[in-house]
């Protein structure tokens, strides 16, 4: 059997009371207080996230940038030094092998974000592509420390502890910074809540738990899980892969034409995406929420509409800003906002549900 991995916060998470639970082969914070008040609290002061269990691989050398033009869905080339992308590692039927951050260091240096869940097989299909290219890769999740702070005060606090000036620092564009007097800290406005907040990158682990201890140490700085990580997210709309998106999901279904870039020669994907757009594309993610008490919405429940299944849902439960069962589901194309139809909560229960507009709540988040 496998050893569950520990990420450097591990102890402090324990310090501090919270429920750990095993979460893509490490021992994770699911809650501290509760998914709730842990929520609330991000949506209007700032929150700690150990996110540390993220994969981490880098892909430098002359054939970097034709490299990701070709496994990647959304265009790296567009990218300036110092700024992020978000995008996919297609599959040739048009889903996603993942859902990732792109970082460009340099001209030809990028530094990828992986989801947990997917570090192994991302690495392994970035392995299989890289010997077709002038690259170098490096697998460094093991490496790195990362803290997601977030929330509408996030800057403020994060701010007192260095003289680089945050406010340079727009959204989706990084910066190597003076924090807490270490140097050369990867620091970038990215998150996964919907609110302002930054994504703190260190290969020094003991630095990552004096630097979540002194964020820890302001009042205005609570420790949150991943629990509330997922319902903030699900309110904002954005996507979980294994849930939302997977190998086979369409991404344009999916909503996330936005990160395909089809004016390049090609990529994987590209030709499935293609033709499905000429076919019609048959479903949408769209937002919803709960008409009616009686059971919460979750992963993999049937929607019917005119009593025949016409749907699912791909994330469901409580939304804690909104006080109500909420979620997003695959729906046909034809549901506008405001229409109502039933999800299956348990076998036999229909609840009635309408669509929403997606995010469901305005974050803090600047764009």
């Not at 002061?45 to 970097?64: R, T």
């Not at 998150?191 to 020094?204: A, L, N, P, V």
């Not at 594309?281 to 992963?299: C, D, N, Q, S, T």
Request: net charge negative.
């Amino acid at each position: 059997m496998t050893e569950i991995k520990k990420t450097a916060l591990n102890a402090l998470h324990h310090e501090l009371g919270a429920r750990m639970v095993p979460f893509a082969g490490y021992e994770m914070p699911i809650q501290y207080e509760g998914i709730v008040p842990e929520h609330l609290w991000v949506r209007k002061s700032a929150g700690l996230f150990d996110v540390s269990h993220m994969g981490e691989i880098d892909v430098k050398g002359p054939g970097a940038l034709e490299m990701l033009m070709r496994i990647t869905t959304n265009n790296p080339s567009k990218l300036s030094l110092g700024q992020v992308q978000y995008s996919a590692f297609g599959t040739e039927q048009g889903g996603a092998v993942d859902d990732l951050l792109v970082y460009r260091m340099a001209e030809d240096h990028f530094f990828l974000v992986v989801n947990a869940a997917n570090d192994d097989k991302d690495w392994a299909w970035v392995s299989e592509h890289a010997k077709d290219y002038d690259v170098e890769i490096a697998h460094l999740s093991q490496a790195y420390t990362e803290i997601a702070f977030q929330g509408p005060l996030a800057q403020a606090v994060l701010q007192e502890l260095t003289g680089f000036d945050l406010e340079k620092i727009k959204y989706y564009w990084f910066a190597h910074i003076d924090l807490m007097g270490k140097k050369d800290i990867l620091v970038s406005r990215t998150g996964y809540t919907g609110e302002d907040g930054f994504e703190i990158y260190t290969t020094d682990p003991q630095f990552g738990v004096d630097l979540a201890k002194r964020l820890l140490s302001d009042k205005r700085v609570k420790p949150i899980g991943l629990g509330a990580r997922d319902t903030l997210r699900m309110e904002m709309g954005y996507c979980l892969y294994g849930n939302d998106i997977d190998d086979n999901q369409n991404l344009l279904e999916a909503g996330l034409g936005w990160i395909i870039d089809f004016e390049k020669p090609d990529f994987i994907g590209k030709k499935a995406l293609l033709e499905s757009k000429e076919r019609g594309l048959r479903y949408r993610r769209a937002g919803f929420v709960m008409k009616e008490p009686g059971g919460l919405p979750r992963h993999g429940q049937k929607v019917f509409i005119g009593g025949k299944e016409a749907g699912w849902v791909s994330s469901g439960t409580l939304a804690p800003s909104l006080g109500k069962g909420a979620g997003m589901a695959y729906l046909p194309r034809e549901i506008k906002i405001g229409e109502e139809f039933e999800i299956e909560v348990r076998p036999g229960k229909l609840l009635k549900a309408e669509r929403v507009n997606l995010p469901m709540v305005k974050g803090s988040v600047r764009k």
